[in-house]
């Protein structure tokens, strides 16, 4: 059995179970997840989506997976940006878990646009001081907000690891914006994390808080035919069609985790005993590269192989990375074997191409990152 298909457990959580827990961005790859594994420790959710609309398939989804409907429940918030735009999402819940956040891979002004995300993001926050029932806030960030992968540097990085050097070449300009990569959105992601701690150590919330930091996310979708294969899990599915691949060829071998080990380091820091505060949390359960993706499931699916992208990138991540505690956090959860392999992400990956792909669902949502 795979690791993460160990039921998730909570042993005198510090938050009591069948307490209502909001969950940011319900509908996407991330949320759904941790959605799914909080109803499955045992607590209500409550999901913002933008459209509830468009998202309905959700409640009938969590309502089938977890033994009946009263569990879960959407709220819709147009746009995060307006003034008092998460108050009512906050009324009466325990924890947030929040998961909403840029996604521009383009960005070139990340001071400019940092400043304007931070404006909103502030304003969960502080919606959160403000409702007195709130005991735990966790925040979702990225493995870019520490480094920039490269495959042929040695790296070790530290809870107090910066991606300063994205700062530094997004803001230089002498160099051309083309050749920039994908700095300015490392950078963005660098400010927003270290706003959102600033806000903390300024206004000290009387709530735990935690940031979740996460490379590549790979494995199952939970509803390819209303979801598609969303995130990063979309690039497996691109290399799986021989899609996109000059954006594969931009990705760097580096971290990955599985999208219910990640599901779960969620619900550890924001609800296990003892109770977790004022940690950066690296969700890295092992190294990847797109090149060996493709090797694994050209070895799974023989008869697909010859149709397989090949992605170009080479080499192997070496940088050393902080992962401990949080292997630790999915270990007190009930996941005694530690982070779930690659080979086993990436069938669970392909197992969700493969429902998608016999329901002959046409125009499901893409990958954000192909746009």
């Known amino acids: 059995m795979s690791p993460s298909n160990s039921k998730i457990s909570l042993t005198n959580p ?57 569990k879960f429940e959407l709220v819709e918030i147009p746009d995060v940006t ?17 998961c909403v956040g840029a996604t521009d891979l383009t960005t070139q002004e990340p001071d400019k646009a940092a400043k304007k995300e931070l404006e909103w993001q502030a304003g969960l926050l502080e919606a959160a001081k403000r409702e007195g029932s709130v ?3 966790v925040f979702t960030s990225s493995a870019w907000a520490v480094w920039t992968p490269d495959a042929s540097k040695k790296v070790t990085l530290t809870e107090e690891s910066w991606n300063e050097e994205a700062i530094a070449l997004a803001r230089d300009k002498n160099v051309d914006p083309k050749k920039k990569g994908m700095a300015g959105f ?12 600033d806000w903390v150590k300024r206004e000290k919330p009387g709530f735990a808080f935690n940031t979740v930091l996460l490379d590549t996310v ?28 000059a954006i594969i060829d931009l990705m760097e071998p580096q971290w ?14 924001l609800a296990s005993s003892p109770k977790v505060d004022r940690e950066r949390l690296f969700a890295f359960g092992g190294r990847y590269s797109f090149e060996e993706v493709a090797r694994l499931l050209g070895e799974m699916f023989p008869e697909r192989k010859e149709k397989l992208g090949k992605p170009k990138r080479k080499g192997w991540d070496q940088t050393e990375v902080p992962n401990q505690r949080a292997e630790e956090l999915l270990k007190r959860v ?30 499901v949502p893409q990958s954000a990152y192909a746009n």
């Open 135 to 137: 005991k735990s806030f």
């Open 14 to 70: 510090s938050i009591p179970l069948d307490s209502l827990i909001l969950v940011t961005g319900c509908n996407g790859l991330i949320a759904s997840h941790v959605a799914d594994q909080l109803l499955s420790a045992g607590y209500r959710v409550r999901g913002t989506v933008r459209s509830a609309s468009k998202t309905s398939y959700l409640t009938s989804l969590y309502s089938h997976r977890h033994a009946g409907p009263g």
């Open 82 to 98: 307006a003034p008092n735009a998460w108050d009512d999402a906050v009324k009466g819940v325990a924890g947030i878990v929040h």
């Open 334 to 363: 009930g996941q005694k074997e530690g982070w779930t392999g690659l080979e086993e992400s990436v069938r669970a990956n392909a197992e969700s191409i493969l429902v998608l792909e016999r329901a002959g669902v046409k125009n």
């Open 218 to 245: 790979l494995g199952e979708c939970l509803d390819p035919k209303n979801q598609g294969i969303p995130s990063t899990p979309g690039m497996v599915h691109w290399i799986w069609e021989n899609k996109y691949m």
């Open 186 to 197: 490392m950078a963005l992601k660098t400010l927003v994390e270290q706003g959102v701690w």
């Open 256 to 269: 990955f985790v599985d999208c219910v080990d990640m599901a779960k380091v969620y619900v550890a820091a």
